[in-house]
């Protein structure tokens, strides 16, 4: 794998596509600024070597051109701050301005380029767009894991203008290793966790691990096709009636491969889907009608932390249930905890996909598990056994 270590930045301008798709609340004031301060050592890195970085993004879904609330430029003072750097913009991300301010740079200094997907021509993969871009630095580097499986012009075409002078960023590498860990260089015993709402978009990821796994643990509403798909009697929860046939396939597969399947035997179940809702326990199999699940049982909580804690490797995609709702997030909160106790004790644990990191975060366990990853899609394919165009521009 190429990173950045490999290359002197000195007197060398590097165009570099990270992830700063970050959440904006209604004053532009930015809610989170993980994806951002995950970039800053690659940033470093070349600034240190004596080299400039032209920084490049895309920023929400604009749909037709430029639109103010998604312009880059709400950002630029934070990324300075978080640089300790002034950091220059260009008001568009190609054209003669921005090549000027680009040949302009000075070792040391930081150009944030306006929002690519003001140009319909990233999405698409446009080769001449990616040429534009291409032709404001000497080196291209790619540290955005988040947009790793999109062949767009800045993650993936951009790439071949520079056969030889391009190169993963620190960030790209970390969550390249940490995935291969939990794929190819396993330790036993292996525990995967995939929770969340579908089955539909989990399929995939769940056949790929039933080769790799000893223990799959299911929770979450996807939970109660599988329920359903054995006879169980799940009242008003969530179902998928497509895929009853496959969770049973599924089902099949784990027994003959000899991987144990966890599937939660109670529940807590509501009345209704509100926070203010009646709830009580009851078996995951036997809801009345008028009720739904809302998260694990006591009982499978008590299972799944057991599991958990005496695993080697621990893989975790999806919540256990409505953790955003406070009487339905215990199910969340355990599976959390048991990973941080199963990290204590010398396991691999990596945190992936959109909501269990909110969840390790909200619960301020982040730090106390070995790896949260930051991307959402390209990690979901990366583990479904997919080839990430972004990762392969840089490898080939």
Not at 193 to 212: H, P, Q, R
Not at 329 to 345: C, D, I
Request: net charge negative; aromatic share 8%.
């Amino acid at each position: 794998m190429k990173t950045i270590d490999a290359i002197n930045f000195k007197g060398r301008r590097a165009i570099m596509r990270v992830d700063f798709n970050v959440p904006l609340n209604s004053e532009f004031q930015i809610t989170d600024d993980s994806r951002m301060r995950a970039a800053v050592p690659s940033i470093k890195k070349i600034l240190d070597d004596g080299g400039s970085v032209i920084v490049m993004s895309h920023l929400g879904r604009p749909k037709e051109g430029p639109e103010d609330k998604f312009s880059l430029r709400h950002i630029r003072e934070h990324l300075a701050k978080l640089l300790g750097v002034e950091v220059k913009f260009a008001e568009d991300c190609i054209g003669d301005l921005t090549h000027q301010k680009a040949l302009n740079l000075r070792p040391g200094q930081v150009l944030l380029l306006e929002n690519l997907r003001f140009y319909k021509e990233e999405t698409k993969g446009n080769e001449e767009f990616a040429g534009k871009l291409a032709q404001l630095a000497d080196v291209y580097v790619n540290d955005a894991f988040g947009t790793a499986h999109r062949a767009h012009a800045s993650t993936t075409i951009i790439a071949k203008f520079f056969p030889k002078d391009k190169a993963f960023g620190y960030l790209m590498a970390r969550e390249l290793s940490s995935i291969d860990k939990v794929l190819k260089d396993v330790q036993r015993p292996y525990t995967a966790i995939i929770g969340g709402a579908k089955v539909s978009s989990k399929i995939e990821i769940l056949e790929n691990l039933l080769d790799k796994v000893d223990d799959l643990i299911i929770g979450g509403g996807m939970m109660f096709t599988f329920i359903k798909a054995n006879g169980g009697r799940i009242g008003g929860s969530l179902v998928e009636e497509d895929f009853l046939e496959k969770a049973k396939e599924i089902m099949a597969k784990a027994e003959q491969k000899g991987v144990k399947l966890h599937i939660p035997t109670d529940a807590i179940i509501a009345d209704a889907f509100s926070n203010d809702a009646s709830f009580k326990e009851g078996a995951a199999d036997a809801i009345p009608e008028g009720w739904l699940g809302l998260d694990i049982g006591p009982e499978s909580m008590k299972a799944f932390a057991e599991t958990i804690k005496k695993s080697k490797t621990v893989l975790w995609n999806g919540p256990m249930g409505v953790f955003e709702m406070e009487n339905f997030a215990k199910g969340t909160k355990v599976v959390a905890e048991a990973l941080v106790e199963a990290t204590s004790k010398g396991a691999f644990t990596l945190i992936g996909g959109g909501d269990s990191v909110a969840a390790i975060n909200q619960l301020g366990l982040a730090d106390q598990v070995s790896y949260v990853s930051t991307g959402g899609g390209a990690l979901l394919e990366y583990m479904e056994g997919k080839v990430l165009p972004g990762v392969q521009a840089i490898n080939e």
